[in-house]
């Protein structure tokens, strides 16, 4: 049986990577700069992590084999590229704050 990867489970993968997040940003010691813009920021890509790979998912075995393979590859490589651009916004966001807190040191 295939565990199904509904919506609420994304925002809820979200959140728990949001939590992460916030809590690398406390060990850190940079708390006191994340602001609103950056949650937001965070949380939508974390949210689009899941999101992307959900799709993969769902396109690459979940769908019905008589359709069309290359819709099949064009869905799955849009899920792959959502994956990719939030791997490199969390990248950055995480990298942005460990410059700042050794500029601090």
């Known amino acids: 049986m295939i565990i199904g990867i509904n919506t609420f489970t994304v925002l809820l993968l979200g959140g728990v990577l949001l939590l992460v997040y916030l809590m690398a940003s406390i060990y850190q010691k940079r708390f006191h700069e994340v602001n609103l813009e950056e949650i937001g920021a965070v949380f939508f890509a974390t949210t689009s992590l899941c999101g992307g790979t959900k799709l993969m998912y769902t396109t690459l075995l979940l769908l019905d084999p008589g359709t069309i393979e290359s819709d099949k590859i064009y869905t799955a490589y ?15 966001k995480i990298n942005s704050g460990q410059k700042k807190s050794k500029r601090e040191i």
Do not use: A, D
Request: glycine fraction near 14%; hydrophobic fraction near 45%; charge should be positive.
């Open 78 to 92: 849009g899920g792959f590229c959502v994956v990719w651009v939030s791997v490199r916004k969390l990248k950055e």
